[in-house]
């Protein structure tokens, strides 16, 4: 497979991985950016795993989250994780920080969750991946 990595991955804190998720192949596109594709051809600018771990990290060192460390999944909404608006957007600011990038206002506006979060990230080509 040229230019192609196919990358098997595991659970994350002893969850299984949705299914679409079990194994991500790395390829190229036209301009040399690189993607990745799951086994039904849907096609992300970042690994989503790497997007999940790495958002789940920001938030378990968020000092406003009332939740336990270990509670935090992905399937929360931050008003799960006892913030309020403001703190929203702190934490955003984290995840800007986090991932070398900036959203808009806007798009800010309408992530309310761990799982939407992660969404945005592997859909948006100016994320900032970690150097493998």
Known sequence: MNG??????????????????????????GGGDIGWVDEHGNEFYMNPLEAEERVI????WFEKI????????????FEDLGLDSLDNVELLLAIEEEFDMEMTDAQAD??????ETID??????FVVQTPH
């Open 4 to 29: 192609m990595k196919t990358l098997t991955m595991g659970s994350l804190n002893g969850k299984s991985r949705p299914r679409r998720y079990e194994v991500m192949i790395q390829k190229r596109w």
């Open 57 to 60: 990290n920001v938030i378990k």
């Open 66 to 77: 009332k939740v336990p460390q270990d509670k935090i999944t992905k399937d929360m909404t």
């Open 110 to 115: 309408k992530i309310t969750s761990i799982q």
């Open 120 to 125: 945005f990230l592997i859909n948006h080509p």
